[in-house]
């Protein structure tokens, strides 16, 4: 039982670069999301989606694309890295309609942007 | 927008009590969970409280809801060396919001276990 996997574990970008971060889970959720975690700061929702077809910004979308055309993957793009894109990484699923299921976290991705 | 503040660092002696605690700004609030993050991993759901309660209790860790005050706490009792790690507070409107399970994360808190 996988859960939720994400890849790579680790990145090295240079300023102006693109890449596709990875996230799939095999538990049959319609809601997932994207995270980052910075020090200090907590978790920041920067996309979600309720289901397949259907995303939607969070707090933090700038810089960011997302698509599902899966129920099972959810990646995230970054369409021209910049330092400031430096930071961990957490895709997390969930049950939808949810509220008060678990949300299952990835290990994240560790990004750095030089 | 709805907030949520947790101090950054909590220090205890292996044994004693932890009590960790968080202030939200969303009276709208209906879930609140504490979720526990061990170095290099992701999040892991420790429980949650719906907010019409003001306890939950499951083995060694006990909620308190102070909904009045939007005040949540997680103790943690007889705090081992393995109960360290960042414990995040985050709360979700459930459905009402209309985005799923749309959950907004505290800060975290750092919790170290001394022996």
């Known amino acids: 039982n996988a859960g939720v996997t994400q890849t790579p574990k680790f990145q090295v970008l240079k300023t102006g670069q693109s890449m596709t971060l990875q996230c799939a889970q095999d538990?049959?959720?319609?809601?997932m999301s994207w995270y980052r975690q910075d020090p200090g700061m907590g978790l920041r929702l920067i996309h979600y989606?309720?289901?397949?077809?259907?995303?939607d910004q969070g707090e933090v979308p700038n810089g960011y694309n997302v698509s599902r055309s899966t129920t099972e993957d959810f990646p995230l793009r970054l369409l021209s890295a910049a330092p400031s894109q430096t930071s961990v990484y957490f895709c997390?699923?969930?049950?939808?309609?949810?509220?008060?299921?678990?949300?299952?976290f990835g290990q994240g991705t560790r990004l750095t942007v030089v | 927008g709805e907030d949520v503040e947790q101090s950054l660092f909590l220090s205890v002696r292996e044994g004693d009590s932890s009590v960790i605690n968080c202030t939200y700004t969303?009276?709208?609030?209906?879930?609140l969970y504490w979720y526990k993050q061990e170095p290099g991993a992701g999040l892991q759901l420790l429980t949650y409280?719906?907010?019409?309660?003001d306890m939950k209790q499951d083995q060694r860790l006990t909620v308190l809801l102070n909904k009045k005050d939007k005040h949540l706490s997680l103790r943690i009792a007889d705090t081992q060396t393995g109960d360290s790690a960042i414990y995040f507070c985050?709360?979700?409107?459930?459905?009402?919001?209309?985005?799923?399970?749309?959950?907004?994360f505290g800060t975290g808190t750092q919790l170290k276990v001394e022996l």
């Open positions: 997390a699923s969930s049950d939808f309609p949810g509220g008060g299921t678990e949300a299952f």
């Open positions: 409280i719906f907010s019409n309660m």
């Open positions: 969303d009276s709208s609030s209906t879930y």
């Open positions: 989606s309720v289901g397949a077809g259907i995303t």
């Open positions: 985050a709360e979700s409107r459930g459905i009402l919001t209309g985005g799923g399970n749309k959950l907004t």
């Open positions: 538990m049959n959720h319609e809601y």
